[in-house]
């Protein structure tokens, strides 16, 4: 290159890309901070911002208006235990033995939990200098080499399971003998006291006590959290906190009692929202806002059978436990100031997909094995296409449907937990664009897509090896 081509080189290049970089502003830097908030069981339905009537969710509203809310994102089953397998790996839950049709999730009593094998999210980055916390409930095995902080985290303050387990069945028939409880049965859910669940609050691999009390919970998470940002304010740090609410037995500090029309679940949403707008703040006054990516989204669809007390799923059918959207679409929104483009994804998009995203996002190596997992990354920043074409919906170990573009065809439906399992010889199909409450089969309309989603099976199928289930173990 000459003198005089190396002047031009400077003006032509250089100078634009200057400027590029001062209209970014401080934004991007190579490895953003990346926060996951986490809720446990909370519906499509169940902000504000995706049309709830009653419940009030104006930090999460806020966090969509300046960020991303995407509008068909999905979890990797519609159960705790596989959901987050998927979301800490990458990998269909049957890739890990994280699944089963027998045992859903992982009990206290389980033995199984995920293997050392698995390179988990956190472990990704922290071999790429991360800072590693979690807050909140794990779900993927509470003996020792299963807990967090031996699977990729530097520290972890939380419950290993969820928070209606070890139930102290003696306390709860007691309550339930209680003419005044509404319907006898089902008293301990209606008015919970801590005393009725003998879960363990840990710290590491230490029980700090049984019994926790649980009204307490969202908010000591959110202290947790926001002390984890502080002390990590200097270096690239991924934070994951998974709340415990709004799974039943609900919980909620004294501030937000019988403050929502919606009751007492109303109640722990709007702590929830409260806990999201105090992260939002911390990582504002902090300085962090511009260089942290923040997602929040929830394991699972809303616990229908639990009516008042759980969520609503919105337009979508069904919920928690089952395969029709209602299950496993989950409210889901992307934050990340000046980095992120504004807008509302009606794409796809899955938990499964964060773990690439975030290599890609921050320069980690991604983990040397299949992953069902797609880079998001061009969505969230550039608004392009998501590469996610199709999702493969799971009960345990069997597949019941597959997303392919705007249709998904369902080979077997059951709502979470009804005797109504309904094997269908011809699928039934349903156009989710024009449909998305799968009330109107079209399968004798499109045998084509039929046959196409009936390939994208086989080919699926075909790629599977047999794992040791993890979940039976016990
Ligand atoms: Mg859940």
Redesign the pocket.
């Known amino acids: 290159m000459t003198k005089t081509n190396n002047h031009l080189f400077f003006q032509t290049l250089i100078v634009p890309m200057l400027l590029m970089t001062a209209l970014a502003g401080n934004a991007r830097t190579a490895k953003p901070n990346i926060v996951i908030i986490f809720a ?2 909370m519906g499509y339905g169940d902000m504000s911002c995706n049309g709830h009537p009653t419940i009030r969710t104006p930090n999460l509203d806020r966090m969509a208006a300046e960020g991303q809310k995407w509008t068909s994102f999905y979890v990797a089953a519609s ?2 235990t596989p ?1 987050r397998a998927g979301l800490m790996t990458g990998r269909l839950p049957v890739r890990t033995g994280m699944c089963s049709g027998k045992r859903r999730v992982l009990f206290p009593d389980s033995k199984g939990g995920i293997q050392s094998s698995e390179t988990t999210l956190p472990e990704m980055l922290k071999a790429n200098g991360y800072a590693t916390g979690m807050v909140g409930k794990w779900h993927l095995g509470h003996l020792p080499q299963y807990l967090p902080v031996n699977n990729g985290f530097d520290s972890w303050y939380g419950i290993p399971y ?1 928070n209606d387990m070890d139930a102290n069945s003696t306390k709860i028939k007691e309550v339930n003998k209680n003419k005044h409880n509404p319907g006898n049965k089902g008293g301990h859910w209606y008015h919970p006291k801590r005393e009725y669940w003998d879960v363990p609050l840990m710290e590491g691999e230490k029980i700090l006590e049984r019994s926790p009390d649980q009204e307490q919970l969202t908010k000591n998470y959110t202290g947790r959290a926001i002390e984890f940002i502080r002390a990590n304010k200097s270096k690239p740090f991924f934070l994951y906190l998974a709340h415990s609410m709004p ?1 039943v037995p609900l919980f909620r500090s004294d501030k937000f009692k019988d403050i929502s029309t919606a009751g007492l679940y109303g109640d722990v949403i709007e702590e929830i929202d409260w806990s999201v707008g105090q992260i939002m703040q911390t990582l504002r006054d902090q300085g962090l806002a511009e260089n942290t990516l923040v997602i929040f989204t ?3 669809g809303p616990w229908i059978r639990f009516k008042t007390l759980g969520g609503i799923a919105g337009p979508l059918r069904g919920g ?1 436990g089952s395969t029709w959207e209602g299950g496993m679409r989950e409210p889901s929104i992307f934050w990340w100031p000046s980095s992120i483009k504004p807008g509302i994804i009606h794409e796809m998009g899955s938990t499964l997909d964060i773990i690439a995203t975030a290599a890609s996002l921050t320069g980690a190596k991604l983990p040397e094995t299949q992953l069902d997992s797609y880079d998001l990354s061009g969505t969230l920043l550039k608004g392009e296409p998501s590469p996610r074409k199709e999702m493969i919906y799971y009960r345990g170990t069997e597949i019941y449907a597959i997303r392919s573009g705007s249709f998904k065809a369902h080979y077997k439906t059951k709502l979470g937990y009804k005797n109504d399992l309904e094997e269908h010889k011809t699928p039934l199909l349903f156009n989710l664009d024009m449909d998305p409450g799968e009330n109107y089969n079209v399968a004798k309309d499109h045998p084509d897509v039929i046959a196409r989603i009936e390939k994208l099976r086989t080919q699926h199928e075909a790629g599977l090896t047999p794992v040791e289930n993890q979940l039976e173990k016990r």
Do not use: A, I, P, T
């Open positions: 446990d069981d159960v705790c959901s969820s799974h929830s394991d699972n928690k």
